[in-house]
């Protein structure tokens, strides 16, 4: 099992860069596939970035594709997430995801992932 916790979020103005970390226990972390959802105002949780046991392996959603970019640092437990180019259509909270150890294909469905952190807020403003 692993436990995630977020941190990183804050109030950003548009066209910003802002980047939000994940800090994962356990010392399997490595054999996990990693991954970022969103969940806006009104909106239902949605797929940011996914990034594999590799840590090469990157799958993204087209709304942030070359704005967003994911990493994992396996020495540290941590997994980030670099937003540049920041829009109001951004805000929301940001939750760090995680597979089962069993599974290693990347994948964009929230229903995949087990293990949840507590989410971090960004907010985008214009």
């Known amino acids: 099992q692993v436990q995630l916790v977020e941190s990183g979020g804050g109030l950003v103005q548009v066209g910003d860069s802002l980047s939000v970390s994940c800090a994962a226990s356990?010392?399997?972390?490595?054999?996990?596939?990693m991954g970022w959802f969103r969940q806006g105002p009104g909106n239902e949780r949605e797929f940011v970035a996914a990034?594999?046991?590799?840590?090469?392996?990157?799958l993204y959603a087209d709304s942030v594709k070359g704005r967003f970019t994911i990493s994992r640092d396996k020495s540290k437990n941590m997994i980030y997430l670099q937003m540049n180019s920041l829009k109001p259509e951004d805000t929301a909270v940001y939750y760090c995801?995680?597979?089962?150890?069993?599974?290693?294909?990347?994948?964009?469905?929230?229903?995949?992932?087990?293990?949840w952190g507590q989410g971090t807020q960004v907010t985008v403003s214009s």
């Open positions: 990034i594999g046991r590799n840590g090469i392996s990157t």
């Open positions: 356990g010392r399997t972390f490595s054999s996990y596939v």
């Open positions: 995801a995680a597979r089962d150890n069993r599974f290693v294909i990347l994948t964009a469905r929230r229903n995949d992932y087990d293990y």
